[in-house]
């Protein structure tokens, strides 16, 4: 059995895989119980996230950001 890296069952849960990832995903689920578990922990943390309203950072944050960038890109 395919031991499935965090970001690929995270790509998973957010239907951001390829067809074949996906495929073997859903095979593996069906053997392993655990896996099984994992991905339903990772789904309702997504659906947790889902329901945060976020608020956008201010105009002042982002400036100093890009400054920074600008900054230490050079």
């Given at each position: 059995?395919?031991?499935?890296?965090?970001?690929?069952?995270?790509?998973?849960?957010?239907?951001?895989?390829?067809?074949?990832?996906?495929?073997?995903?859903?095979?593996?689920?069906?053997?392993?119980a655990?896996?099984?578990?994992?991905?339903?922990?990772?789904?309702?943390?997504?659906?947790?996230?889902?329901?945060?309203?976020?608020?956008?950072?201010?105009?002042?944050?982002?400036?100093?950001i890009?400054?920074?960038?600008?900054?230490?890109?050079?």
């Open positions: 059995m395919k031991n499935f890296k965090e970001e690929e069952l995270i790509m998973y849960v957010y239907q951001d895989c390829t067809p074949e990832l996906t495929k073997a995903i859903d095979k593996a689920i069906i053997e392993d655990e896996l099984k578990k994992q991905i339903e922990t990772l789904q309702r943390s997504k659906d947790q996230l889902d329901k945060l309203k976020l608020k956008s950072p201010s105009k002042k944050s982002i400036k100093a890009l400054d920074y960038a600008r900054k230490n890109n050079k």
